[in-house]
């Protein structure tokens, strides 16, 4: 089976080498599709420096969104998966272990584990498990780490991202999936990725804000009953998935 990995990116050129190297280190029948957006500093050039990269096209879009769909539409792969600019796999067998666990048991459609985020030297700052995930948690404002969470690309061609979300469409994109029941799907012990702290939805105090509206929002729409209480409480587990 080929694994695709979708990567978007827009002027990243302090990070990209480290996450084009992370894929080109994985083992196994892999496509890293590059999406991006139209990038004016070293980023095109660093991209094609890499031999390994699949598919890559710079053009504006419409946002990362946007440019995720661009990416599942030229993906080909069996299964597929993300990894942010900014991010790498925790380890050089990442793709490897994923492809197993498929052909383990072929009624999987999807997977998912565990991240850890880390600081701009490198530093772990938080682990982020999925261990514990039922759907509940949906509207607690909680998902399974998105970076974590690779799937067979049929789930993709039923369930891309709506564009009408700015910052949550991944979390609207995992319920959607979820809540269908018309997929088989399970949690795997095992960390997948490091992704940089500071990204769209947490930079700052009104990404935080718009983060929420829009998963409620996403709640709504899916018949989700939550409320601002349940899912500014996800703060308060936050707590302890810090190293201090």
Not at 124 to 146: E, I, W
Request: glycine residues 6%.
């Amino acid at each position: 089976m080929k694994i695709s990995i979708i990567t978007v990116c827009y002027n990243n050129e302090s990070s990209i080498g480290d996450c084009l190297k992370s894929v080109a280190n994985q083992k196994g029948d892999i496509e890293h599709v590059l999406i991006d957006g139209f990038s004016n500093d070293n980023t095109v050039k660093i991209i094609k420096s890499y031999p390994h990269v699949a598919f890559f096209s710079s053009e504006k879009d419409a946002g990362i969104y946007d440019a995720l769909n661009k990416g599942l539409k030229a993906a080909t792969g069996d299964i597929i998966g993300f990894l942010h600019s900014d991010d790498t796999f925790y380890s050089d067998t990442i793709l490897e272990q994923v492809h197993d666990q498929f052909l383990i048991d072929p009624t999987l459609d999807a997977l998912y584990g565990d991240i850890v985020f880390v600081n701009h030297h490198g530093k772990q700052v938080r682990y982020y498990s999925s261990k514990n995930f039922s759907t509940s948690d949906f509207a607690k404002g909680k998902m399974p780490a998105h970076t974590s969470f690779f799937a067979k690309r049929e789930i993709y061609d039923d369930f891309q991202f709506k564009l009408g979300y700015t910052i949550a469409a991944d979390f609207d994109h995992l319920l959607r999936v979820f809540m269908s029941n018309k997929f088989t799907i399970k949690y795997m012990p095992l960390l997948t990725t490091r992704m940089l702290v500071g990204g769209a939805s947490t930079k700052n105090i009104r990404s935080r804000i718009t983060i929420n509206q829009e998963i409620i929002r996403s709640c709504a729409e899916n018949e989700v009953k939550t409320n601002w209480l349940k899912v500014y409480s996800k703060y308060f587990r936050k707590i302890f998935e810090f190293k201090f």
